[in-house]
């Protein structure tokens, strides 16, 4: 008979670390900051404010810290605060997309790099990547305040030293231009793209988060989750800046493996799969991912015939 454990958060990837309720008599102990933010709800859970920017920066200390082994990680103020188990679950998936090329088993170790396009000031991705399977990773984005932080996160946690190296995209029009190399392989490349069209559109998209989980009318909205100009928006928004990465994926059709993104609007799928088959992608995936009552996915496309891919090495 199997044992069910009722507290395990069954739409999380099976190896998310963050499947299970937060312990956070654990989680205190590792970041002792945190108990100014748990409280007993009215259902008599522990549980935290997650309108509150504050509570969600010390939760995600607490858990880098406890699950991670990440030790002084901040990031400053404004900036994009991610939610750690959604963005493991990507992680994860992406995993199984790798092992779905190698014979089913992930690839692991140093030798699988991954490109983090936008890694903003938190460098989370390749904190989870590098701590679950041993990836190396190439972090960039348009914000050197963003990337001086992550370097200041990188320079604190020696054991990251050798595995993330970080680039300024100099052009903030390009995504992989400037960034891949002739000499350059990637595995895949990992982004969460700017949702919005604009700052007003961005800021209406906040309030309503806020009401949502205060269940309160605010006239002003607090981001929760924080995010600068280039996080959260951009010209033609996730769809014209999803578009703009399929076009340049193009002329690098053999230095990646998997080209992988995010996609928050479902109603956009339809016009990314039409300029995937445009530019004549081989194979194209959308995985979702459930994350308590929100599914989220991702969309992954490669230009390599079944027989490249074959022959493509995962190991030194």
């Known amino acids: 008979m199997m044992n069910i454990d009722h507290n395990e958060k069954h739409s999380l990837h099976p190896r998310n670390l963050h499947r299970f309720k937060y312990d956070f008599d654990k989680l205190i102990a590792s970041y002792h900051s945190l108990q100014d933010f748990v409280f007993v709800n009215e259902y008599q859970t522990e549980t935290i404010d997650f309108s509150n920017p504050e509570a969600v920066k010390a939760l995600n200390k ?19 605060c991610p939610p750690i188990p959604g963005r493991a679950d990507y992680i994860h998936y ?6 779905d090329s190698n014979q089913g088993e992930v690839p692991e170790g140093e030798q699988i790099v991954g490109l983090d396009v936008g890694i903003g000031a938190n460098c989370i991705y390749p904190i989870i990547g590098n701590h679950e399977y041993g990836w190396s990773f190439v972090g960039t984005d348009i914000d050197e305040k963003a990337l ?17 190296s970080l680039q300024l995209q100099v052009e903030p029009r390009y995504i992989f231009k400037n960034i891949m190399l002739a000499e350059d392989k990637f595995a895949f490349t990992i982004c969460n793209p700017p949702f919005h069209s604009s700052k007003e559109e961005a800021a209406k998209a906040a309030l309503r988060k806020v009401n949502n989980l205060t269940e309160k009318r605010n006239s ?22 999803i578009t703009q990465m399929v076009y340049e994926s193009v002329k690098y059709p053999f230095q990646c493996f998997w080209f992988t993104t995010l996609v928050s609007k479902k109603d956009t799928l339809k ?13 194209i995936k959308t995985i979702e991912m459930e994350q308590g009552q929100k599914t989220s996915r991702f969309v992954a496309w490669t230009f390599l015939s079944k027989k490249q891919q074959g022959e493509w090495k995962f190991s030194v």
């Open 62 to 80: 607490a858990l880098l810290l406890s699950d991670y082994d990440i030790q002084e990680w901040d990031i400053p103020a404004n900036y994009l």
């Open 271 to 283: 016009s990314i799969y039409k300029t995937l088959n445009k530019v004549g992608a081989v194979e």
């Open 220 to 241: 002003q909205a607090v981001l929760n989750f924080g995010g600068q100009n280039s996080e959260l928006w951009c010209n033609g928004g996730e769809l014209g800046f």
């Open 94 to 99: 992406i995993a199984d997309l790798l092992a």
């Open 148 to 164: 001086q932080n992550c370097k200041k996160i990188i320079t604190q946690n020696p054991k990251l030293i050798d595995v993330i």
